[in-house]
Nanobody, 115 residues
Framework: QVDLVQSGGGLVQPGGSLTLSCAASGSVFSISSMGWYRRNPGTQRKLVAKITSEGTIDYVDAVKGRFTISRDKAGTPLYLQMNNLKPEDTAVYYC?????????WGQGTQVTVSS
């Protein structure tokens, strides 16, 4: 019912910046919250940041002060602005939406932080 298409990602140097985008289509107005998750090989997908329809925002401690999550007024796209990137931020990043009927996932995009 909700399709999520991601863009952005790539290779950046430590200390650099990168912005991820996630465009939602379908029942966009049924979405109560959206978020960004990341996963390294051999690990489970973990929450990075989330934002509710009311504007409440939460970040994992590892990215506080460096990452900013936001949504356009229409609810889409979703953004993740990543500043002062560190090698430990390297992962596949996924966007997520939550509605009353369930959740949807983007296709994932690789972010690599390396000199």
């Amino acid at each position: 019912q909700v399709d999520l298409v991601q863009s952005g990602g790539g290779l950046v140097q430590p200390g650099g910046s990168l912005t991820l985008s996630c465009a939602a289509s379908g029942s966009v107005f049924s979405i109560s919250s959206m978020g960004w998750y990341r996963r390294n090989p051999g690990t489970q997908r973990k929450l990075v940041a989330k934002i509710t329809s009311e504007g409440t925002i939460d970040y994992v401690d590892a990215v506080k002060g460096r990452f900013t999550i936001s949504r356009d007024k229409a609810g889409t796209p979703l953004y993740l602005q990543m500043n002062n990137l560190k090698p430990e931020d390297t992962a596949v990043y996924y966007c997520n939406s939550l509605s009353w009927w369930g959740e949807s996932w983007g296709q994932g995009t690789q972010v690599t932080v390396s000199s």
